[in-house]
């Protein structure tokens, strides 16, 4: 397997930002249905991957074990702030 891209971990970083921030808002400003979270979610994302295939700082190489740590990071935090927000 060839060395994963530190883009590869931007993208998840990018789709948990869009979740969180989507959820923060339903949860406190405004109450949208279903549909509607969904599709901002992914407008959100795509924006968040937009800006990342524009810059140049994600095009480096990392090693496997610090691909998955980020990952786990990612996913823990991502799980951590939902349940926070919820509450």
Same mark, same amino acid.
């Given at each position: 397997m060839k060395e994963p891209k530190l883009k590869k971990v931007a993208y998840g970083v990018a789709m948990a930002l869009a979740i969180i921030i989507v959820h923060?808002?339903?949860?406190?400003?405004y109450t949208m249905p279903p549909i509607v979270v969904l599709l901002v979610a992914i407008f959100i994302t795509y924006l968040g991957i937009t800006f =990342?295939?524009?810059?140049?700082?994600?095009?480096?190489? =990392?090693s496997l074990i610090k691909y998955n740590l980020l990952n786990a990071i990612v996913v823990v935090v991502l799980f951590i702030v939902y349940f926070t927000i919820t509450n």
């Amino acid at each position: 397997m060839k060395e994963p891209k530190l883009k590869k971990v931007a993208y998840g970083v990018a789709m948990a930002l869009a979740i969180i921030i989507v959820h923060f808002v339903n949860v406190y400003v405004y109450t949208m249905p279903p549909i509607v979270v969904l599709l901002v979610a992914i407008f959100i994302t795509y924006l968040g991957i937009t800006f =990342i295939n524009k810059s140049g700082k994600f095009e480096q190489n =990392i090693s496997l074990i610090k691909y998955n740590l980020l990952n786990a990071i990612v996913v823990v935090v991502l799980f951590i702030v939902y349940f926070t927000i919820t509450n």
